[in-house]
């Protein structure tokens, strides 16, 4: 009974797969159909070696009753250039070997979503 309820939630979170391509001069999701650059990550660059651009983002923290109810999970759908977005952000954390909090990696878009909740956290 376990299995089949494990393969039929696999089978339901299986999504569409998104073309990535690299934000064009407008910053909409460019042609995708040519060749991307890359970036050499094997054994002879290390994550350091490896630049990103950065975006840099305000957000507004308000205040919470001390004891109020607080949720504490998210699930959302995503819209294409969202995705994208999630991507690129993941991508860079992982290859620069950052870490959440509890010393967990970077290997997924909720775990990017977690570091940057804990950025958000740490500079307030």
Same mark, same amino acid.
């Given at each position: ?6 393969? %039929?939630? %696999? ?43 950065? =975006? ?8 919470? @009753? ?15 250039? @969202? ?16 870490? %959440? ?10 775990? =990017? ?5 804990? %950025? ?5």
């Amino acid at each position: 009974m376990r299995k089949k309820n494990r393969e %039929q939630n %696999q089978r339901d979170n299986q999504s569409e797969a998104i073309d990535i391509g690299l934000p064009d001069n407008h910053g909409d999701v460019g042609d995708v159909s040519g060749e991307l650059p890359t970036v050499d990550i094997s054994a002879a660059s290390t994550p350091a070696e490896v630049t990103f651009p950065v =975006a840099t983002i305000k957000v507004p923290l308000g205040r919470i @009753q001390p004891g109020g109810f607080v949720v504490r999970h998210v699930e959302a759908v995503l819209d294409k250039s @969202q995705a994208v977005t999630l991507k690129r952000i993941t991508s860079a954390l992982r290859v620069r070997n950052d870490e %959440q909090r509890n010393g967990r990696p970077i290997v997924s878009g909720a775990d =990017a979503v977690r570091w940057i909740l804990e %950025q958000a956290d740490s500079n307030v």
